[in-house]
């Protein structure tokens, strides 16, 4: 009996894996053509969503992801040679880690993707870099600010800013604001958005003339009150902390309850709702650079307001409140960015989009965006810095700019 | 000095945290010889149902169902995933436990939608207040507190009670006490009941102090809690609190040593302290000493 | 007599699948559109079934409760990684440290990835050293935890396995490991496709080559299982008193089957970062052997050939066929239930079932030769 089961299985599975490669040979057959695919005559651009829908960054793979949706709800088509497209979007899930990062990038192309959007974090962007680079797709990073993104790989632009710059602009920040010597530099060990983040700070920190005192905690660390102690004794002047979003609010309450009177300096992922409630209501000094304020451009907060207000399940997605993210304003824009090169490439095959990307100029809401020409990393000499006002809300503190 | 008070404080704190948890392990161990890699999750439940049920209940009815639902939750697991596995190999139980930590957190990332949750604030446990100099919240030391009347409390269920005098017989030997009359089976329940009560509790004060839930959150405190355990000798209850006090407290010390990049040990300081004990005193500071029967 | 006689049937049974398989795969990647799922699976199911079987080596032949797998990948994968990035690229990938502290790269040393030569030779040396390294650090660790009794040495590696996690993640080692940062730019399977002068690929042997490591290294675990020492393990396993009265010599047979074990995974770790294309210790970790683990059990504890057959099962579902239970369609049927996540929770459901109601998993014991026996035999009797 046993054996029968065996036997059935293993031809079950000899079976389901020879009809898997028919189905899978017709589905990359249509997706290959891309648009050209489907007889109705509604032509259809595929764009594929690279974000995290799990995992320690689905809070900002989510918000991301709402920009590029309403952009899409608000432009939903695309002319080409004359004919008009439907925009679809794509997601996949790369659970924010860099093993599943691979194979969810595989399923984007499977699908015959034109581009690619995303993705919020660095490492899983450099995990899946080659898989896009191999498929000839070109792929966008909306939010992911770690240089190696781009560095090394042809097909992997970028519309914001990158840690070097972001480094050197909360160091002087830190230094300009708050006259600090001593910075405290807290980051997840093994984590290469937080350490490489860390190290810029301290390079241009140091530069200047302070001192770092730098500290790594393990994965699924809860307990940070040993380490805001430890800042605490060694004088420090500001707490940087470039984590993501889960451990911020930990070290946020934590703060608040040791009473802490140092003020943090946090990176482009602290710019987050989440990370607001936990300021709200405490003493806590909290300062973040970010890509957008909201504000900046209010028809563009208004109209995202009411997607996230009216959209189903958007205000779960954007963690219960109508605050407009930076990353939200990103992915918006990168929509945008991505329909500019399918209309400069005039066609929706990958490699004329590639070709196309270099030279596409677009005045998002989060600022002019252009390409170099060494890695197609943004052109963007300006970060904003907000601070928690403590009752739930951003307020623009300041804008800083570094010449390179 | 006020430094290294408050550093303490916290280390005691934190140790409290894991006693609560490496109860419930110890005391599965000693009756079942079962690692529950699930109890971990057990506690990560706990703290999603007090965010859930706080939601839609007042605390005072929200907090004593998510000890009763948790209790349930245990005993449950026991009765779906351990006992069906009783009379086979010890690996087949453990590798259930794995499957049932693997369902939890799955589930729980489908429930959560993978994001961290922000547990409710307990009134007085919440409120701060300040010793040699840190301001720290009540909870911090209520749990030192909590856990030694705990750890009397069942020290007299075990020793005097007839329940405890089970558990004892059931420890010692599964099947001549099963000829002895013992129902097992009623046994090892309580024994889940009481662990999962200690993991509801535990999770209540863990969460007042480090507030966020996610589906992983229970794995790191669970393992060690279980180094906790090991390191007091297995089966025992006082020694698996010492263990985790000693743990909590060598910790923290960890995250404040003067030398860059030591903070990144902190974990792996636990695990080689583990096997240091294992390979010098297998039986840890307070277990018995078992031999192999061939 | 008959044994023999048996096993070199089976042997030659095991030969030809395999090389049908490689064919099969070879053809398979020719004719499909390269971009199919299947292919991911065909990749990721080798490595994986790979780690598998030597986790099944030393749990399921030896009887020894290891979880350190996920350790001793990556120790393999970091190996292979800091010996085969180009030495070109260093500056590059390891920006955070001003270049490696590596001068060198393997493929380098034999004409540079763009060769067959420096491709084959540097690739193959590198994976064999990260095997080596695996199994080294296997023998150190091996030398005081393998005392230990089945579910204390499955949580003293466990343990060893973060210990290492956290060595790699020290930045102060970053001129080596890279710190936090992970090692890109190292040879991937894409580069074992045949390209012409304009970089046109026109063989693809990009599953291919992961499959045929794969069969080779698990070829050679079926070969130890039915030497001697395979039966030392077997004994080992059934009773660890009596195979010692019988004479075996536990603490060496032990440290044997486990250093074996860890080379494998080793082997297994360097090709999950070619598969990966990075290598990065944040990635293995106790979720990663668990995952193994449970795969060993599906297919069966003590089967190599359930090993691989649940492998690429599992790693089918959860990154193929069961995708649209994230997406919210599957089999046609759209649910308001299916959404992120959904996918895992059915998976671990399926998995409990399979550990309680099918205890055996998919094969036992039993290896898929075992299956066409009996039935020879009643054709031979009818006769």
Redesign the interface.
């Known amino acids: 009996m046993k054996r029968f089961l065996a036997l059935a299985t293993s031809c079950a599975l000899m079976v389901a894996a020879l009809a898997g490669c028919g189905s899978g040979g017709t589905g990359s057959g249509s997706g290959s053509g891309s648009g050209s695919g489907g007889d109705s005559g509604d032509k259809v651009v595929k764009i594929g969503v690279f974000e995290p829908a799990s995992g320690d960054s689905a809070s900002g793979g989510k918000k991301e992801m709402l920009g590029m949706q309403y952009a899409n709800s608000e432009t939903p088509t695309v002319t080409v040679g004359g004919e008009e497209y439907q925009v679809e979007l794509v997601p996949a899930d790369n659970g924010s880690s860099t093993d599943k990062a691979p194979t969810a990038a595989n399923q984007l192309v499977s699908e015959g993707v034109a581009l690619v959007l995303g993705s919020y974090g660095s490492g899983v962007s450099i995990a899946a870099g080659p898989i896009f680079g191999n498929a000839g797709i070109p792929a966008i990073g909306v939010t992911c600010t770690n240089p190696n993104v781009t560095a090394g790989n042809d097909y992997y632009f970028r519309i914001c800013f990158l840690d070097p710059f972001q480094g050197t602009v909360l160091a002087n920040f830190a230094m300009d604001k708050f006259q600090a010597k001593t910075a405290y530099c807290l980051g997840e060990a093994g984590n290469e958005y937080d350490q490489g983040l860390i190290a810029f700070f301290e390079q241009a920190f140091t530069a200047a003339g302070g001192k770092v005192i730098k500290d790594s905690f393990p994965t699924n660390n809860s307990d940070f009150n040993s380490y805001l102690n430890k800042a605490k004794s060694e004088g420090a002047d500001v707490i940087f902390t470039p984590v993501s979003i889960a451990y911020a609010t930990q070290i946020i309450t934590q703060a608040a309850s040791l009473g802490l009177d140092i003020p943090f300096v946090g990176s482009d992922t602290l710019d987050d709702n989440m990370v607001l409630e936990a300021a709200k209501g405490t003493d806590i000094q909290l300062y973040v650079s970010t890509f957008y304020q909201e504000g900046g451009n209010p028809t563009f907060d208004e109209g995202v307001k009411n997607y996230i207000n009216t959209a189903d399940g958007a205000l779960d997605a954007n963690g219960g409140n109508d605050t407009v993210a930076a990353v939200t304003a990103m992915g918006y824009d990168a929509y945008y960015v991505a329909l500019e090169a399918i209309k400069k490439a005039d066609s929706v095959d990958p490699a004329d989009i590639k070709a196309a990307l270099w030279d596409v100029t677009y005045d998002g809401v989060s600022g002019h965006i252009a390409f170099d020409d060494t890695n197609g990393d943004a052109v963007r000499d300006t970060a904003y810095i907000k601070h928690s006002t403590n009752d739930g809300a951003w307020e623009l503190e300041t804008q800083q700019t570094v010449k390179q | 000095m006020e430094?290294f008070i408050?550093?303490l404080l916290?280390?005691i704190?934190?140790g409290g945290q894991y006693a609560l948890i490496a109860i419930g392990y110890t005391m599965v161990y000693g009756i079942l010889?079962?690692?529950n890699f699930a109890h971990g999750d057990v506690f990560m439940v706990a703290g999603l149902l007090g965010i859930y049920l706080s939601a839609s209940f007042p605390l005072y009815v929200a907090m004593p169902l998510v000890i009763i639902l948790t209790v349930a939750l245990g005993f449950c697991i026991e009765r779906?995933?351990y006992k069906?596995?009783r009379s086979?190999p010890?690996?087949?139980v453990?590798?259930?436990a794995?499957?049932?930590?693997?369902?939890l957190q799955?589930?729980a990332?489908?429930v959560t939608?993978?994001?961290?949750m922000?547990y409710p604030t307990l009134p007085f446990l919440?409120d701060?207040i300040t010793v040699a100099g840190?301001?720290?919240?009540w909870v911090v030391v209520l749990t030192p507190i909590l856990v030694v009347v705990l750890v009397i409390l069942l020290t007299q269920l075990i020793n005097r009670t007839k329940v405890g005098m089970a558990m004892r017989a059931v420890a010692k030997d599964f099947e001549t006490s099963q000829l002895m009359g013992i129902k097992i089976n009623s046994v090892i329940s309580t024994t889940f009941i009481i662990g999962s009560a200690l993991a509801a509790v535990g999770s209540m004060l863990y969460f007042t102090?480090?507030?966020?839930v996610?589906p992983?959150?229970g794995?790191?405190p669970g393992?060690k809690a279980?180094?906790a355990a090991?390191f007091g000798g297995i089966g025992s209850i006082p020694g698996a609190v010492i263990g985790a006090f000693l743990i909590g407290i060598c910790e923290?010390f960890v995250?404040?040593l003067p030398f860059?990049?030591a903070?990144?040990?902190?974990?792996?300081f636990?695990?080689?302290l583990?096997?240091i004990i294992?390979?010098f005193k297998?039986t840890g500071l307070f277990g018995e000493k078992a031999t192999?029967k061939? | 007599m008959i044994q023999e006689k048996r096993s070199k049937r089976g042997a030659l049974l095991g030969l030809a699948a395999s090389i049908l398989v490689l064919v099969l795969v070879i053809v398979l990647e020719n004719t499909l559109a390269p971009t199919s799922q299947l292919f991911v699976v065909l990749k990721k199911g080798a490595v994986y079934s790979l780690v598998a079987v030597s986790m099944n080596l030393v749990n399921g032949f030896t009887g020894l409760f290891s979880l350190g797998q996920a350790g001793f990948m990556l120790l393999g994968a970091y190996t292979y990684a800091i010996l085969t990035v180009p030495v070109s690229a260093k500056d590059t990938v390891y920006y955070l440290f001003g270049g490696s502290a590596v001068k060198f790269s393997l493929p380098d040393l034999f004409g540079g990835v763009d060769t067959p030569t420096g491709l084959i030779l540097g690739v193959l040396l590198a994976i064999i050293l990260g095997g080596c390294v695996a199994a080294f650090f296997a023998w150190l660790i091996g030398l005081p935890v393998l005392r230990l009794k089945s579910d204390y040495l499955a949580i003293a590696t466990l343990g060893f396995a973060e210990i290492i996690r956290a060595i790699f993640q020290w930045q102060a080692l970053g001129p080596i490991t890279n710190g936090a940062n992970m090692i890109t730019q190292i040879p991937t399977f894409n580069n074992f496709n045949i390209t012409d002068e304009s970089g046109k690929v026109v063989f693809r042997l990009s599953a291919f080559f992961p499959m045929l490591i794969m069969i080779i290294c698990v070829a050679l675990i079926v070969m130890l299982i039915n030497s001697s020492y395979g039966r030392a393990f077997k004994a080992i396993r059934e009773d660890e008193i009596a195979a010692e009265a019988m004479g075996i010599n536990l603490a060496k047979h032990k440290m044997l089957s486990f250093v074996i074990s860890s080379f494998f995974s080793g082997v297994g770790g360097a090709l999950f970062a070619m598969f990966a294309n990075n290598a990065q210790a944040k990635v293995y970790t106790s979720t990663m052997t668990y995952e193994i683990l449970l795969i060993v059990v599906i297919g069966g504890i003590g089967s190599i050939s359930g090993s691989v057959l649940s492998t690429f099962l599992y790693v089918a579902c959860s990154e193929w066929w069961l995708r649209g239970l994230d997406m919210g369609s599957f089999l046609g049927i759209k649910l308001g239930l299916f959404r992120n996540g959904f996918r895992m929770v059915v998976f671990s459901v399926v998995i409990m079932i399979v550990v309680l109601f099918f205890r055996q998993g998919i094969m036992g014991n039993k290896e898929i030769t075992d299956l066409l026996k009996p039935r020879k035999k009643t054709k031979e009797v009818a006769k």
Request: aromatic share 10%.
């Open positions: 430094f408050s550093t916290f280390g704190s934190v010889r079962l690692i779906v995933a069906p596995l086979a010890r690996m087949s453990m590798i259930s794995i499957g049932v930590s693997y369902l799955n589930t990332t489908y939608g993978g994001q961290p922000i919440s701060t840190t301001s720290i919240k102090n480090y507030s966020s996610v992983t959150v794995s790191m393992l279980f180094v090991v923290n995250k404040i860059e990049g903070t990144t040990f902190v974990d792996a636990t695990f080689a583990l096997i294992l390979v297998p192999d061939v």
